[in-house]
Nanobody, 122 residues
């Protein structure tokens, strides 16, 4: 059974931090790379960061140096530590599972959790 459950969103002031969590079913977590996407109102969903099963990471340019993706294989959980948040980070955040091709190209499966909302006030 496929399961992705995101949590950790909320309202934070600009410059603040949040940590998002996503618990995945074991069958997914042990096999696939994991990624975080976000979708702001009126915009397309965009890939924020991904991490392979071996721990290699890749980030969208807009979050490099501010966000950190990590995974805890014992807990089947992927995290997104978000620091120095900006109003433009406001979005619904979704985790995903997928494959990485060519070292950095992440292709998600078409399955999404319910997401968690992040609002950054100025």
């Amino acid at each position: 059974q496929v399961q992705l459950v995101e949590s950790g969103g909320g309202l934070v002031q600009a410059g603040g931090s949040l940590r998002l969590s996503c618990v995945a079913s074991r069958s997914i977590f042990s096999t696939y790379a994991m990624g975080w996407y976000r979708q702001a109102p009126g915009k397309q969903r965009e890939l924020v960061a991904h991490i392979t099963s071996g721990g290699s990471t890749n980030y969208h340019d807009s979050v490099k140096g501010r966000f950190i993706i990590s995974r805890d294989n014992d807990k089947n959980t992927v995290y997104l530590q978000m620091n120095s948040l900006k109003p433009e980070d406001t979005a619904d955040y979704y985790c995903s599972f997928g494959v990485v091709v060519g070292g950095s190209n992440y292709f998600p499966h078409n399955y999404w959790g319910q997401g968690t909302q992040v609002t950054v006030s100025s």
